[in-house]
């Protein structure tokens, strides 16, 4: 074997794209949470890649936060808030999985979960076996954030496996 077959071999595989990072070979579950955003809609674009780089299996998961409704008007308004909210998500997650598609991922799976976003996520997370969430940042104030916390941090504190935050 001569110098130059030893350097190239000890480069390794030379047919990489630069930039191209084999670490995304072990995500084989991804699941990313979709609520519409900007945010999100960047973060189902970088699971995309991910998937279709790694060979990876693509999950969406939308949350339908049925759950925040004032109780002096449940009673009253519940049933027809919730008909709206879950009919919003749905839609999010249809957009998301035709955005899959087009993306090279025709086999996304999605589910709506109803409940706080970031439970929906991590609960969703276990049902597939995630080896990855990707979620976007979410852009709040600093009292914003202190009050009402955020949901990538949540996820990123509360998951079991890795979290990618795509700002």
């Known amino acids: 074997m001569n110098s130059e077959s030893k350097t190239k071999s000890s480069r390794g595989d030379s047919s990489k794209k630069p930039g191209q990072n084999s670490a995304v070979q072990i995500y084989g579950?991804?699941?990313?949470?979709?609520?519409?955003?900007?945010?999100?809609?960047?973060?189902?674009?970088?699971?995309?890649?991910?998937?279709?780089?790694?060979?990876?299996?693509?999950?969406?998961?939308?949350?339908?936060?049925?759950?925040?409704?004032?109780?002096?008007?449940?009673?009253?308004?519940?049933?027809?808030?919730?008909?709206i909210t879950l009919h919003h998500s749905k839609e999010q997650l249809s957009r998301a999985l035709e955005t899959a598609k087009l993306g090279g991922v025709p086999s996304a799976q999605g589910k709506v979960e109803e409940g706080q976003p970031a439970d929906a996520i991590l609960t969703r997370a276990v049902d597939v076996s995630a080896d990855l969430i990707v979620v976007g940042r979410r852009g709040l104030g600093g009292v914003q954030r202190f009050l009402l916390g955020s949901v990538s941090s949540s996820v990123v504190i509360h998951s079991t496996c890795d979290v990618l935050v795509v700002k």
């Open 29 to 83: 579950r991804i699941l990313v949470g979709y609520d519409g955003s900007d945010n999100a809609t960047r973060a189902v674009q970088k699971a995309i890649t991910i998937a279709k780089e790694s060979g990876g299996e693509l999950s969406v998961v939308v949350a339908a936060n049925t759950l925040g409704y004032p109780p002096r008007y449940r009673d009253r308004y519940y049933s027809d808030f919730r008909k």
